[in-house]
């Protein structure tokens, strides 16, 4: 459940920018299945960070999504201000989210442990 003011809005703001960016971008330096994973609000509500992941998610693939979202930050910025209905639209900063990567990397080093039997499928019982 949602208390707080900010709260509310840093979901309808990722609610409206996962819509812009699954039905309205058409842009070809996007990729296939982007993701907006949070938003952080400012307490003053004039700044929001936005985090967002990617497949595919390679560097290169990064960096074109953030070229486009900087081409396009005014029309986001235009489509926030129209979908959401707040006082001011605050400042959109963009940030990838590796999280995903972060997994990833850690699976696949369990995994290699686990294949070299240096780690049991199972917790020890308590």
């Given at each position: ?38 938003v952080e609000l400012s307490k003053d509500s004039r700044n929001a960070t936005i985090y967002f992941s990617q497949l595919p998610d ?69």
């Amino acid at each position: 459940m949602l208390h707080s003011r900010n709260e509310r809005i840093e979901e309808a703001i990722k609610e409206s920018l996962s819509s812009l960016f699954l039905m309205e971008m058409k842009d070809p330096g996007l990729p296939s299945l982007l993701t907006i994973t949070r938003v952080e609000l400012s307490k003053d509500s004039r700044n929001a960070t936005i985090y967002f992941s990617q497949l595919p998610d390679d560097d290169d693939a990064v960096e074109k999504t953030f070229e486009v979202i900087d081409r396009s930050k005014g029309f986001i910025r235009h489509h926030l201000a129209m979908d959401v209905n707040l006082r001011h639209t605050p400042e959109i900063h963009f940030r990838y989210d590796a999280s995903a990567r972060h997994y990833q990397k850690i699976d696949s080093v369990l995994r290699e442990l686990k294949a070299k039997g240096e780690l049991k499928d199972d917790p020890p019982a308590e």
